[in-house]
Protein backbone atom coordinates (compact mmCIF):
# COMPACT_ATOMS: atom_id res chain seq x y z
CA UNK A 1 0.00 0.00 0.00
CA UNK A 2 2.88 2.17 -0.28
CA UNK A 3 3.16 5.24 -2.21
CA UNK A 4 4.21 4.70 -5.66
CA UNK A 5 7.09 7.04 -4.92
CA UNK A 6 8.80 4.71 -3.25
CA UNK A 7 8.18 2.13 -6.01
CA UNK A 8 10.91 1.67 -8.96
CA UNK A 9 9.72 2.81 -12.21
CA UNK A 10 10.48 4.16 -15.24
CA UNK A 11 9.52 3.84 -19.00
CA UNK A 12 10.55 1.91 -22.16
CA UNK A 13 10.90 5.25 -23.92
CA UNK A 14 12.32 7.81 -21.78
CA UNK A 15 10.85 10.25 -23.98
CA UNK A 16 7.23 11.14 -22.01
CA UNK A 17 6.35 13.93 -22.30
CA UNK A 18 5.94 15.09 -18.57
CA UNK A 19 6.72 19.01 -17.93
CA UNK A 20 10.64 18.87 -18.56
CA UNK A 21 9.87 19.44 -22.36
CA UNK A 22 7.61 22.34 -21.71
CA UNK A 23 9.13 24.02 -18.41
CA UNK A 24 5.24 23.51 -16.48
CA UNK A 25 4.48 20.08 -14.68
CA UNK A 26 2.25 18.38 -16.73
CA UNK A 27 0.91 14.72 -15.54
CA UNK A 28 -1.10 12.36 -18.62
CA UNK A 29 -2.87 9.36 -17.31
CA UNK A 30 -4.75 6.59 -19.15
CA UNK A 31 -7.41 5.11 -17.26
CA UNK A 32 -9.70 2.33 -18.42
CA UNK A 33 -12.98 4.01 -17.46
CA UNK A 34 -14.31 7.49 -18.36
CA UNK A 35 -15.78 9.49 -15.20
CA UNK A 36 -19.12 8.86 -15.06
CA UNK A 37 -20.55 11.84 -12.79
CA UNK A 38 -18.42 14.64 -11.07
CA UNK A 39 -21.35 14.97 -8.16
CA UNK A 40 -20.07 14.03 -5.30
CA UNK A 41 -23.39 12.55 -3.40
CA UNK A 42 -23.69 10.46 -6.60
CA UNK A 43 -20.21 9.24 -7.62
CA UNK A 44 -19.59 5.44 -6.90
CA UNK A 45 -16.63 4.43 -9.16
CA UNK A 46 -12.94 4.66 -8.61
CA UNK A 47 -12.40 7.20 -11.35
CA UNK A 48 -14.77 9.61 -10.61
CA UNK A 49 -13.78 9.24 -6.93
CA UNK A 50 -10.02 10.57 -8.31
CA UNK A 51 -11.27 13.37 -10.54
CA UNK A 52 -13.46 15.03 -7.38
CA UNK A 53 -10.74 14.86 -5.15
CA UNK A 54 -8.81 16.47 -8.01
CA UNK A 55 -11.44 19.50 -7.56
CA UNK A 56 -12.74 19.21 -4.21
CA UNK A 57 -11.85 18.62 -0.91
CA UNK A 58 -13.32 17.43 1.90
CA UNK A 59 -12.78 18.16 5.54
CA UNK A 60 -9.48 15.76 5.88
CA UNK A 61 -7.41 14.46 3.62
CA UNK A 62 -4.28 11.78 3.35
CA UNK A 63 -0.76 12.92 3.12
CA UNK A 64 1.80 10.75 1.19
CA UNK A 65 2.55 8.63 3.76
CA UNK A 66 -1.25 7.77 3.83
CA UNK A 67 -1.54 9.79 7.14
CA UNK A 68 -5.24 11.65 7.51
CA UNK A 69 -4.49 15.21 7.66
CA UNK A 70 -6.23 18.37 7.37
CA UNK A 71 -7.87 19.72 4.30
CA UNK A 72 -10.92 22.34 4.52
CA UNK A 73 -10.84 21.60 8.30
CA UNK A 74 -7.88 22.75 10.06
CA UNK A 75 -8.70 20.99 13.22
CA UNK A 76 -11.30 19.66 15.39
CA UNK A 77 -12.83 19.02 18.78
CA UNK A 78 -14.09 15.85 20.32
CA UNK A 79 -16.21 15.53 23.23
CA UNK A 80 -15.55 13.38 26.33
CA UNK A 81 -17.98 10.66 25.12
CA UNK A 82 -16.37 10.53 22.06
CA UNK A 83 -19.79 11.06 20.27
CA UNK A 84 -19.47 15.19 19.20
CA UNK A 85 -17.18 16.25 16.37
CA UNK A 86 -16.48 19.68 16.05
CA UNK A 87 -14.77 20.86 12.90
CA UNK A 88 -12.95 24.19 12.29
CA UNK A 89 -12.96 25.03 8.89
CA UNK A 90 -10.26 27.40 7.27
CA UNK A 91 -10.86 30.53 4.83
CA UNK A 92 -11.24 28.93 1.22
CA UNK A 93 -13.09 29.54 -1.59
CA UNK A 94 -15.22 28.01 -4.62
CA UNK A 95 -14.04 28.74 -7.77
CA UNK A 96 -16.82 31.51 -8.31
CA UNK A 97 -15.71 33.55 -5.30
CA UNK A 98 -18.02 32.10 -3.09
CA UNK A 99 -16.25 31.13 1.15
CA UNK A 100 -16.38 27.38 1.35
CA UNK A 101 -18.53 27.58 4.38
CA UNK A 102 -20.00 24.41 7.19
CA UNK A 103 -23.29 25.10 5.59
CA UNK A 104 -21.70 23.90 2.35
CA UNK A 105 -21.29 20.50 3.85
CA UNK A 106 -24.50 20.40 6.03
CA UNK A 107 -26.41 20.70 2.88
CA UNK A 108 -23.97 18.13 1.00
CA UNK A 109 -24.20 15.27 3.63
CA UNK A 110 -28.27 15.86 4.29
CA UNK A 111 -28.90 15.67 0.75
CA UNK A 112 -26.90 12.48 -0.21
CA UNK A 113 -28.76 10.82 3.21
CA UNK A 114 -31.83 11.59 2.00
CA UNK A 115 -31.62 11.15 -1.53
CA UNK A 116 -32.69 7.76 -2.65
CA UNK A 117 -30.66 7.67 -5.71
CA UNK A 118 -27.60 7.95 -3.68
CA UNK A 119 -26.08 4.56 -3.49
CA UNK A 120 -23.44 5.83 -0.84
CA UNK A 121 -26.00 7.27 1.50
CA UNK A 122 -25.40 4.29 3.56
CA UNK A 123 -22.26 5.05 4.80
CA UNK A 124 -23.50 7.88 6.85
CA UNK A 125 -25.25 5.19 8.74
CA UNK A 126 -24.74 2.69 11.04
CA UNK A 127 -23.40 0.69 8.38
CA UNK A 128 -20.92 3.49 8.41
CA UNK A 129 -20.11 6.96 9.84
CA UNK A 130 -22.71 5.99 12.27
CA UNK A 131 -23.98 10.17 12.73
CA UNK A 132 -27.46 10.31 14.77
CA UNK A 133 -30.58 10.36 12.57
CA UNK A 134 -29.05 8.68 9.51
CA UNK A 135 -30.60 5.56 9.88
CA UNK A 136 -34.14 6.95 10.15
CA UNK A 137 -33.30 9.63 7.04
CA UNK A 138 -32.11 7.38 4.44
CA UNK A 139 -33.89 8.35 1.39
CA UNK A 140 -36.38 10.69 2.67
CA UNK A 141 -36.00 14.03 2.32
CA UNK A 142 -38.66 15.16 4.90
CA UNK A 143 -36.28 14.03 7.29
CA UNK A 144 -33.57 16.16 6.82
CA UNK A 145 -33.68 18.00 9.91
CA UNK A 146 -33.17 14.91 12.06
CA UNK A 147 -29.97 14.83 11.00
CA UNK A 148 -27.42 15.28 13.50
CA UNK A 149 -25.09 17.55 11.15
CA UNK A 150 -25.22 21.26 11.89
CA UNK A 151 -23.40 24.48 10.79
CA UNK A 152 -23.20 26.43 13.96
CA UNK A 153 -21.53 29.18 12.01
CA UNK A 154 -20.09 29.83 8.89
CA UNK A 155 -16.49 28.20 10.16
CA UNK A 156 -17.83 25.68 12.33
CA UNK A 157 -19.88 22.16 11.58
CA UNK A 158 -21.18 19.98 14.66
CA UNK A 159 -21.97 16.27 13.80
CA UNK A 160 -23.12 14.17 16.70
CA UNK A 161 -22.81 10.51 16.29
CA UNK A 162 -25.06 7.44 17.77
CA UNK A 163 -22.36 5.26 18.88
CA UNK A 164 -18.81 5.91 18.94
CA UNK A 165 -16.98 5.48 15.75
CA UNK A 166 -12.94 5.47 16.03
CA UNK A 167 -13.04 5.83 12.24
CA UNK A 168 -15.32 8.36 11.03
CA UNK A 169 -12.91 11.42 10.88
CA UNK A 170 -10.94 9.25 7.79
CA UNK A 171 -14.57 8.78 6.15
CA UNK A 172 -14.45 12.59 5.90
CA UNK A 173 -11.44 12.29 3.23
CA UNK A 174 -13.60 10.16 0.54
CA UNK A 175 -15.91 12.08 -1.63
CA UNK A 176 -19.52 11.57 -0.19
CA UNK A 177 -18.48 13.74 2.75
CA UNK A 178 -17.24 16.55 0.48
CA UNK A 179 -18.92 19.95 0.17
CA UNK A 180 -21.23 21.31 -2.22
CA UNK A 181 -22.19 24.89 -2.63
CA UNK A 182 -26.14 24.56 -2.31
CA UNK A 183 -27.58 27.88 -4.42
CA UNK A 184 -24.85 26.84 -7.50
CA UNK A 185 -26.10 23.01 -6.87
CA UNK A 186 -29.56 23.72 -7.15
CA UNK A 187 -29.08 26.27 -10.55
CA UNK A 188 -27.47 22.80 -12.25
CA UNK A 189 -30.65 20.59 -11.34
CA UNK A 190 -30.09 17.76 -12.75
CA UNK A 191 -27.09 18.91 -14.78
CA UNK A 192 -25.27 19.11 -11.71
CA UNK A 193 -21.59 17.94 -12.26
CA UNK A 194 -21.72 16.24 -15.58
CA UNK A 195 -19.26 19.02 -17.30
CA UNK A 196 -16.76 21.68 -16.12
CA UNK A 197 -19.72 24.70 -16.43
CA UNK A 198 -22.14 22.56 -14.08
CA UNK A 199 -19.46 22.20 -11.13
CA UNK A 200 -17.36 24.20 -8.46
CA UNK A 201 -13.92 23.53 -7.81
CA UNK A 202 -12.20 24.29 -4.33
CA UNK A 203 -9.29 21.51 -4.31
CA UNK A 204 -5.95 21.81 -5.84
CA UNK A 205 -7.11 21.44 -9.49
CA UNK A 206 -10.30 22.74 -11.98
CA UNK A 207 -11.94 20.73 -14.37
CA UNK A 208 -11.47 22.67 -17.75
CA UNK A 209 -12.32 20.50 -20.34
CA UNK A 210 -14.38 16.98 -20.52
CA UNK A 211 -15.12 15.20 -23.67
CA UNK A 212 -17.18 12.33 -22.32
CA UNK A 213 -15.81 8.75 -23.81
CA UNK A 214 -12.34 10.38 -24.64
CA UNK A 215 -10.58 13.01 -22.29
CA UNK A 216 -10.44 14.92 -19.30
CA UNK A 217 -8.27 18.10 -18.63
CA UNK A 218 -7.46 19.53 -15.28
CA UNK A 219 -5.21 22.58 -14.74
CA UNK A 220 -3.98 24.08 -11.19
CA UNK A 221 -6.56 26.32 -9.43
CA UNK A 222 -5.01 29.25 -8.34
CA UNK A 223 -7.40 30.17 -5.56
CA UNK A 224 -7.20 26.83 -4.01
CA UNK A 225 -6.31 27.37 -0.38
CA UNK A 226 -2.64 25.55 -0.55
CA UNK A 227 -1.96 26.40 -3.89
CA UNK A 228 1.36 27.58 -3.29
CA UNK A 229 1.98 23.36 -2.25
CA UNK A 230 0.77 21.99 -5.45
CA UNK A 231 3.52 21.76 -8.18
CA UNK A 232 1.38 20.01 -10.95
CA UNK A 233 0.36 22.25 -14.17
CA UNK A 234 -1.59 20.47 -15.48
CA UNK A 235 -3.12 16.78 -15.52
CA UNK A 236 -4.15 14.87 -18.44
CA UNK A 237 -6.87 11.50 -18.68
CA UNK A 238 -7.04 9.40 -21.31
CA UNK A 239 -9.89 6.92 -21.45
CA UNK A 240 -8.32 3.75 -23.23
CA UNK A 241 -10.55 0.65 -22.36
CA UNK A 242 -8.09 -1.47 -23.93
CA UNK A 243 -4.64 -2.33 -21.31
CA UNK A 244 -2.51 -3.62 -24.37
CA UNK A 245 -3.59 -0.44 -26.06
CA UNK A 246 -2.77 1.30 -23.03
CA UNK A 247 0.85 0.19 -22.41
CA UNK A 248 1.52 0.60 -25.77
CA UNK A 249 0.67 4.21 -25.59
CA UNK A 250 2.98 4.64 -22.55
CA UNK A 251 5.88 3.08 -24.44
CA UNK A 252 5.50 5.58 -27.02
CA UNK A 253 6.10 8.73 -24.56
CA UNK A 254 2.73 10.25 -24.49
CA UNK A 255 1.53 9.06 -20.71
CA UNK A 256 3.25 8.69 -17.92
CA UNK A 257 1.10 6.00 -16.31
CA UNK A 258 -0.99 2.72 -17.59
CA UNK A 259 -2.59 0.29 -15.63
CA UNK A 260 -1.89 -3.55 -16.91
CA UNK A 261 -4.09 -6.11 -16.99
CA UNK A 262 -3.02 -9.89 -15.94
CA UNK A 263 -2.17 -10.90 -19.59
CA UNK A 264 0.22 -8.68 -19.79
CA UNK A 265 2.27 -8.65 -16.26
CA UNK A 266 4.93 -11.10 -18.41
CA UNK A 267 5.86 -9.17 -20.70
CA UNK A 268 6.42 -5.96 -18.90
CA UNK A 269 7.45 -7.27 -15.46
CA UNK A 270 10.93 -7.01 -16.12
CA UNK A 271 11.01 -3.35 -17.05
CA UNK A 272 12.05 -0.52 -14.63
CA UNK A 273 8.66 0.78 -15.60
CA UNK A 274 6.76 -2.08 -13.79
CA UNK A 275 5.54 -1.14 -10.43
CA UNK A 276 3.33 -4.24 -8.62
CA UNK A 277 1.54 -3.26 -5.16
CA UNK A 278 -1.17 -5.19 -3.11
CA UNK A 279 -4.81 -3.77 -3.74
CA UNK A 280 -7.83 -3.51 -1.30
CA UNK A 281 -10.44 -5.44 -3.18
CA UNK A 282 -11.71 -8.66 -2.31
CA UNK A 283 -13.19 -11.06 -4.72
CA UNK A 284 -15.68 -13.52 -3.38
CA UNK A 285 -18.20 -16.05 -4.29
CA UNK A 286 -21.54 -14.99 -2.59
CA UNK A 287 -24.03 -17.88 -2.26
CA UNK A 288 -27.90 -17.20 -3.16
CA UNK A 289 -28.81 -18.76 0.62
CA UNK A 290 -32.67 -18.57 -1.12
CA UNK A 291 -31.75 -21.28 -3.63
CA UNK A 292 -32.50 -24.82 -1.57
CA UNK A 293 -29.12 -26.72 -1.95
CA UNK A 294 -26.95 -24.11 -1.55
CA UNK A 295 -28.80 -23.15 1.99
CA UNK A 296 -26.80 -26.29 2.71
CA UNK A 297 -23.59 -25.56 4.63
CA UNK A 298 -21.38 -28.77 3.27
CA UNK A 299 -22.25 -27.61 -0.32
CA UNK A 300 -20.90 -23.83 0.12
CA UNK A 301 -17.78 -25.11 1.99
CA UNK A 302 -17.14 -27.87 -0.72
CA UNK A 303 -17.63 -24.84 -3.41
CA UNK A 304 -14.93 -22.80 -1.08
CA UNK A 305 -12.64 -25.69 -0.57
CA UNK A 306 -12.11 -26.72 -4.28
CA UNK A 307 -10.89 -23.37 -5.55
CA UNK A 308 -6.92 -23.68 -5.13
CA UNK A 309 -6.81 -20.02 -4.66
CA UNK A 310 -3.04 -20.03 -5.08
CA UNK A 311 -2.76 -21.26 -8.34
CA UNK A 312 -5.28 -18.81 -9.53
CA UNK A 313 -3.40 -16.06 -7.95
CA UNK A 314 0.01 -17.29 -8.95
CA UNK A 315 -0.17 -18.76 -12.39
CA UNK A 316 -3.46 -17.22 -13.76
CA UNK A 317 -3.51 -13.68 -12.68
CA UNK A 318 -0.05 -13.02 -11.27
CA UNK A 319 -0.88 -9.36 -11.14
CA UNK A 320 0.22 -9.21 -7.71
CA UNK A 321 -3.16 -10.45 -6.26
CA UNK A 322 -2.70 -12.97 -3.19
CA UNK A 323 -5.57 -15.50 -1.64
CA UNK A 324 -7.97 -14.41 0.40
CA UNK A 325 -7.65 -15.64 4.18
CA UNK A 326 -11.28 -14.49 5.29
CA UNK A 327 -13.66 -11.77 4.47
CA UNK A 328 -11.32 -8.85 5.78
CA UNK A 329 -8.23 -7.90 3.61
CA UNK A 330 -4.69 -7.72 4.35
CA UNK A 331 -2.94 -4.46 5.06
CA UNK A 332 -6.39 -2.79 6.05
CA UNK A 333 -6.27 -1.47 9.37
CA UNK A 334 -4.04 -2.55 12.67
CA UNK A 335 -5.37 -2.99 16.17
CA UNK A 336 -4.21 -1.72 19.24
CA UNK A 337 -2.03 -3.43 19.20
CA UNK A 338 -0.41 -2.17 16.39
CA UNK A 339 -0.87 -5.56 14.21
CA UNK A 340 -3.32 -6.09 11.25
CA UNK A 341 -5.81 -7.14 11.26
CA UNK A 342 -5.53 -10.38 9.34
CA UNK A 343 -2.52 -10.82 11.24
CA UNK A 344 -3.79 -11.84 14.25
CA UNK A 345 -6.95 -13.08 12.71
CA UNK A 346 -7.54 -16.85 11.80
CA UNK A 347 -7.01 -17.75 8.21
CA UNK A 348 -10.17 -19.72 6.96
CA UNK A 349 -9.87 -21.85 3.92
CA UNK A 350 -6.52 -22.26 3.68
CA UNK A 351 -3.96 -25.07 4.14
CA UNK A 352 -2.76 -27.75 2.02
CA UNK A 353 -4.82 -27.87 -1.34
CA UNK A 354 -4.73 -31.83 -1.82
CA UNK A 355 -6.48 -32.22 1.48
CA UNK A 356 -8.84 -28.78 0.82
CA UNK A 357 -9.57 -31.08 -2.81
CA UNK A 358 -9.95 -34.30 -0.69
CA UNK A 359 -12.23 -32.84 2.07
CA UNK A 360 -14.45 -31.08 -0.68
CA UNK A 361 -15.52 -33.95 -2.22
CA UNK A 362 -16.47 -35.38 0.85
CA UNK A 363 -18.44 -32.65 1.90
CA UNK A 364 -20.04 -32.25 -1.29
CA UNK A 365 -20.88 -36.27 -1.34
CA UNK A 366 -22.46 -34.91 2.01
CA UNK A 367 -24.35 -32.76 0.70
CA UNK A 368 -25.88 -34.44 -2.52
CA UNK A 369 -26.80 -37.15 0.47
CA UNK A 370 -28.66 -34.68 2.60
CA UNK A 371 -30.79 -32.66 -0.26
CA UNK A 372 -31.61 -35.91 -1.61
CA UNK A 373 -29.67 -35.93 -4.92
CA UNK A 374 -27.59 -37.66 -7.16
CA UNK A 375 -26.43 -34.12 -9.36
CA UNK A 376 -26.60 -30.58 -8.28
CA UNK A 377 -26.97 -28.17 -11.04
CA UNK A 378 -25.95 -24.14 -10.29
CA UNK A 379 -25.99 -21.13 -12.51
CA UNK A 380 -22.62 -19.40 -12.04
CA UNK A 381 -22.73 -14.91 -12.96
CA UNK A 382 -19.61 -13.26 -13.38
CA UNK A 383 -18.37 -10.24 -15.56
CA UNK A 384 -16.36 -10.33 -18.37
CA UNK A 385 -13.91 -7.96 -16.99
CA UNK A 386 -10.48 -8.52 -15.83
CA UNK A 387 -9.53 -10.15 -13.67
CA UNK A 388 -13.05 -11.19 -12.95
CA UNK A 389 -13.59 -13.37 -16.33
CA UNK A 390 -9.86 -15.41 -15.90
CA UNK A 391 -10.88 -16.09 -12.68
CA UNK A 392 -14.38 -17.11 -13.39
CA UNK A 393 -12.84 -19.44 -16.11
CA UNK A 394 -10.45 -21.00 -13.30
CA UNK A 395 -12.96 -21.44 -10.90
CA UNK A 396 -15.21 -23.15 -13.14
CA UNK A 397 -12.73 -25.90 -14.09
CA UNK A 398 -12.16 -26.25 -10.33
CA UNK A 399 -16.01 -26.58 -9.84
CA UNK A 400 -15.55 -29.62 -12.12
CA UNK A 401 -13.56 -31.43 -10.15
CA UNK A 402 -16.65 -32.26 -8.04
CA UNK A 403 -18.10 -35.20 -8.97
CA UNK A 404 -22.52 -34.63 -9.70
CA UNK A 405 -21.51 -30.63 -10.13
CA UNK A 406 -22.96 -29.08 -13.44
CA UNK A 407 -22.28 -25.73 -13.22
CA UNK A 408 -24.18 -23.14 -16.08
CA UNK A 409 -21.63 -19.96 -16.92
CA UNK A 410 -23.36 -16.72 -16.75
CA UNK A 411 -21.74 -13.84 -18.51
CA UNK A 412 -23.22 -9.98 -17.83
CA UNK A 413 -21.48 -7.22 -18.17
CA UNK A 414 -20.55 -5.24 -14.61
CA UNK A 415 -23.81 -3.26 -14.89
CA UNK A 416 -26.28 -5.98 -15.65
CA UNK A 417 -24.41 -8.27 -13.40
CA UNK A 418 -24.98 -5.98 -9.93
CA UNK A 419 -28.65 -5.80 -11.38
CA UNK A 420 -28.68 -9.37 -11.46
CA UNK A 421 -27.17 -9.46 -8.31
CA UNK A 422 -29.42 -6.81 -6.48
CA UNK A 423 -32.60 -9.29 -7.69
CA UNK A 424 -31.16 -12.36 -6.43
CA UNK A 425 -31.32 -13.89 -9.80
CA UNK A 426 -28.36 -16.43 -9.07
CA UNK A 427 -26.78 -19.08 -7.30
CA UNK A 428 -22.89 -18.20 -7.06
CA UNK A 429 -21.84 -15.15 -8.65
CA UNK A 430 -18.27 -13.56 -8.30
CA UNK A 431 -18.46 -10.29 -6.88
CA UNK A 432 -16.26 -7.66 -5.68
CA UNK A 433 -16.04 -5.41 -2.68
CA UNK A 434 -13.35 -2.30 -1.50
CA UNK A 435 -12.71 -1.01 1.53
CA UNK A 436 -14.53 2.57 2.11
CA UNK A 437 -12.48 3.54 5.21
CA UNK A 438 -9.96 1.70 7.41
CA UNK A 439 -11.53 -0.62 9.92
CA UNK A 440 -12.65 -4.03 9.36
CA UNK A 441 -16.15 -2.84 9.65
CA UNK A 442 -16.06 -1.49 5.85
CA UNK A 443 -16.40 -5.87 4.97
CA UNK A 444 -18.22 -7.45 7.95
CA UNK A 445 -21.04 -4.89 7.52
CA UNK A 446 -21.69 -6.04 3.94
CA UNK A 447 -22.79 -9.01 5.73
CA UNK A 448 -25.68 -7.81 8.00
CA UNK A 449 -29.10 -9.89 7.83
CA UNK A 450 -31.17 -7.10 5.71
CA UNK A 451 -28.74 -5.32 5.04
CA UNK A 452 -28.35 -3.22 1.83
CA UNK A 453 -25.74 -5.28 0.16
CA UNK A 454 -26.59 -8.88 1.65
CA UNK A 455 -27.81 -9.63 -1.79
CA UNK A 456 -27.31 -13.48 -0.89
CA UNK A 457 -29.56 -13.11 2.10
CA UNK A 458 -27.09 -14.74 4.50
CA UNK A 459 -29.49 -14.94 7.27
CA UNK A 460 -27.80 -15.90 11.12
CA UNK A 461 -28.37 -13.12 13.60
CA UNK A 462 -25.80 -14.07 15.75
CA UNK A 463 -23.54 -12.67 13.11
CA UNK A 464 -25.09 -9.14 13.55
CA UNK A 465 -25.18 -9.49 17.14
CA UNK A 466 -21.89 -9.94 17.89
CA UNK A 467 -21.28 -6.65 15.59
CA UNK A 468 -23.54 -4.80 17.89
CA UNK A 469 -21.65 -6.08 20.56
CA UNK A 470 -18.72 -5.31 19.05
CA UNK A 471 -20.16 -1.47 18.92
CA UNK A 472 -20.63 -1.13 21.84
CA UNK A 473 -17.55 -2.36 23.45
CA UNK A 474 -15.84 -0.74 26.74
CA UNK A 475 -12.43 -0.24 24.60
CA UNK A 476 -10.83 -0.89 21.50
CA UNK A 477 -8.80 -3.93 21.91
CA UNK A 478 -12.05 -5.73 23.15
CA UNK A 479 -13.84 -4.34 20.37
CA UNK A 480 -11.13 -5.84 17.89
CA UNK A 481 -11.39 -8.73 19.66
CA UNK A 482 -15.39 -8.94 18.74
CA UNK A 483 -14.72 -7.54 15.13
CA UNK A 484 -12.71 -11.19 14.67
CA UNK A 485 -15.16 -13.19 16.85
CA UNK A 486 -18.23 -11.84 14.16
CA UNK A 487 -16.10 -12.83 11.13
CA UNK A 488 -15.03 -16.25 12.69
CA UNK A 489 -19.23 -16.50 12.69
CA UNK A 490 -19.84 -15.56 8.90
CA UNK A 491 -16.65 -18.01 7.80
CA UNK A 492 -17.98 -20.81 9.56
CA UNK A 493 -21.13 -20.37 8.49
CA UNK A 494 -19.59 -19.95 5.05
CA UNK A 495 -21.90 -17.27 4.12
CA UNK A 496 -19.68 -15.90 1.14
CA UNK A 497 -16.82 -17.69 -0.22
CA UNK A 498 -13.44 -15.29 -0.18
CA UNK A 499 -11.14 -15.76 -3.29
CA UNK A 500 -8.68 -13.50 -3.60
CA UNK A 501 -7.28 -9.94 -2.75
CA UNK A 502 -6.41 -8.11 -5.40
CA UNK A 503 -2.83 -6.39 -6.90
CA UNK A 504 -2.22 -3.70 -9.21
CA UNK A 505 0.65 -3.87 -11.40
CA UNK A 506 1.25 -0.43 -13.33
CA UNK A 507 3.83 1.56 -15.63
CA UNK A 508 4.60 4.96 -14.08
CA UNK A 509 6.99 6.97 -15.39
CA UNK A 510 10.32 7.59 -13.15
CA UNK A 511 10.29 11.39 -13.54
CA UNK A 512 6.72 11.00 -11.26
CA UNK A 513 6.94 11.39 -7.38
CA UNK A 514 4.86 11.22 -4.62
CA UNK A 515 1.78 9.82 -6.05
CA UNK A 516 -0.37 8.49 -3.59
CA UNK A 517 -1.74 4.88 -3.98
CA UNK A 518 -4.15 4.48 -1.31
CA UNK A 519 -5.82 1.46 0.21
CA UNK A 520 -8.88 3.06 0.96
CA UNK A 521 -11.30 5.38 0.08
CA UNK A 522 -10.06 7.25 -3.21
CA UNK A 523 -7.57 5.12 -5.37
CA UNK A 524 -4.79 8.25 -6.11
CA UNK A 525 -4.41 11.21 -4.93
CA UNK A 526 -2.04 13.87 -7.09
CA UNK A 527 -2.09 17.10 -4.94
CA UNK A 528 1.54 16.35 -4.04
CA UNK A 529 3.12 14.73 -7.10
CA UNK A 530 6.14 16.42 -8.64
CA UNK A 531 7.50 15.78 -11.82
CA UNK A 532 11.85 15.43 -11.88
CA UNK A 533 13.65 17.21 -14.60
Excluded at 426 to 447: E, H, K, M, Q, S
Excluded at 465 to 481: I, V
Amino acid sequence: MAACSSAPAGGTDQSNTSGSSTGSQVLNLIKENDVITMDSSLATDGTSFEAINMVIEGLETTDPEHNIVPALAESYDVSDDELTYTFHLRDAEWSNGDPVTAADFEYAWKDTITDPTADYAYLFTTDGACIKGADEAMGDPEKKDEIAVTAKDDKTLEVTLSRKTPYFVSLTTFPPFYPINQKFAEEQGDQYGLSPENLLFCGPFELENWTKGNSLKFVKNQKYWGADDVALDEINISVVPDPSTAALTYENGSADYARLNSSLVDKYKDDEAFTSVLGSFLWYLQYNFENEDLANENLRKALTLVVDKTNLTDEILKDGSIPAEGFVTKALANGPDGKDYRETAEAYFAGDYEDNLAEAQKLFDQAKKELGKDTISLRFLFEPSDPAKPAAEFIQSEFAKLDGLNIEMIQQEKNARLKTQQNGDFDIVLTRWGPDYADPTTYLNVLLPGGSFNFGKYPNTAYSDKLDEAASAASAEERWELLKEAEKIAMDDVAVGPVFQTGASDLLNPKVKNLVDNPVGVPFVYKYVTIEE
